[in-house]
């Protein structure tokens, strides 16, 4: 009997596992995100377990802020509208943060009602305890100028610890009009970035023109050169890897902006016009040596027309080098590439100008000049000098003057580094491409005699 009713738990036993088995295989599957879910509860259990079983106190990382956001693509114009729409209520609001004509004037008032005695001639001066007095009267949009790091930055030999007003206010004024500047660009920005495109400074620069009384003048028809001419310059010096665009930052920190502005000036000098690559006679000047070159009108220049560039001395070997490595349509040049060579060689002593002359320099395209390359260029020199009648000068002579000059890390290569670094680099590429410029290096002594024989001259009369 006892037997009897094992076998028959046993029985039961194994009918029960069977159900459970049969069961479990009609039971629905778990979709894919339960079973993520299973194992991410698991997954924490075994972690607060292997941790001791106490849950860490520090929940901070629930709180960590978003730092990534989506840009809205072409096809998505809400998002992008709506994006468009943001960024000029936060350029507003930022704009309506800036000082504007009326408070500057409160604020001078007050500068110069808090002026500290004595006097150091005509500059007025103003203690750290009225300089504070001034910031709680100014009101809270010049907060942020009255501390005490900004008074530290001015300070300088007073002996009674004093700044200068004017130099505090110019201050002011500077970082106001850099503000603003920075709003006026980014309202260019199309791509909300921090960075303008090709495209988006011409804009700006075109719509500026009319608020520069220095360019009343320039027939609408040069519009589209002076444009490009002014926005080369930009391109040529802030965009060396020629990404096609230029940070916003940048744009205010180069001197460039400045040079623009300057426009404004209705008394501007003959000599500071000539100096300022933005105004109209240096606009028209270039404009003008690139119609006299194009001797066939056809808005291109060919290499034959290029080689009377300047003083016409520049050498085949060179000009066969700027046509292999710059962007050309059929063999010639367009003016936006003209404009590259122009400020390259007009601005030898700029790293960005010896990085353009340093690519064409680098025939083997190595990163560095080797003997080799010096020997190729400077050979067309020495045929120059032939046929101009002039006793060729060694080689070697020349290298090793170009190697002192340079004093390059390796003695064998010079690098383009190396080349800024000297402060040679326009002189040693002036050497290699240019007859005028060697004679001109070749001669200096004499040169030099001849300058300080005209001063006596002018001396003694």
Known sequence: AAAATVTCRRGMDWKRSLRGRLAARRAPKKSEQELKDEEMELFAKYYVEWKGGRQSGNTSYTNIPRFYYRLPAEDEVLL??????????????????????????NLWFLLDK???????GEEAMINYENFLKVGEKAGPKCKQ??????????????????ISIMQFFNYVMRKVWLHQTRIGLS????????????????????????????LDGLEKSFYSFY?????????????????????????????FLDDLLELRDEELSKESQETNWFSAPSALRVYGQYLNLDKDHNGMLSKEELSRYGTGTLTNIFLDRVFQECL??????DYKTYLDFVLALENRKEPAALQYIFKLLDIENKGYLNVFSLNYFFRAIQEQM?????????????????FDMVKPKDPYKISLQ??????????????????????????????????????ADVDDT
């Open 80 to 105: 992008q509208k709506l994006r468009e729409e943001s960024r000029a209520v936060f350029l507003q609001r930022k704009s309506r943060e800036l000082l504007d004509n009326e408070e500057l004037q």
């Open 114 to 120: 808090h002026q500290t005695l004595p006097m150091i």
């Open 145 to 162: 100028f009255f501390t005490a790091k900004i008074f530290a930055k001015l300070l300088h030999n007073d002996p009674y610890g004093r």
């Open 187 to 214: 309202l260019y920005d199309v791509a909300g970035q921090g960075y303008l495109r090709e495209s988006d400074l011409e804009n700006y620069i075109l719509e500026l023109i009319p608020t520069l009384p220095q």
């Open 227 to 255: 444009v490009c001419t002014a926005v080369r310059k930009f391109f040529f010096f802030l965009d060396p890897l020629r990404t096609g665009k230029i940070k916003i930052q940048d744009i205010l920190a180069c001197s």
């Open 328 to 333: 050309t349509y059929d063999g010639e040049m």
């Open 386 to 402: 032939k046929i101009h009648g002039q006793e060729p000068v060694s080689f070697q002579d020349v290298k090793d003057e170009i």
């Open 418 to 455: 190396d080349l800024i670094n000297s402060s040679q680099g326009d002189t040693v590429t002036s050497i290699l491409i240019d007859l005028n410029g060697f004679w001109t290096y070749e001669n200096r002594e004499v040169l030099v005699a001849s300058d300080n024989d005209s001063t």
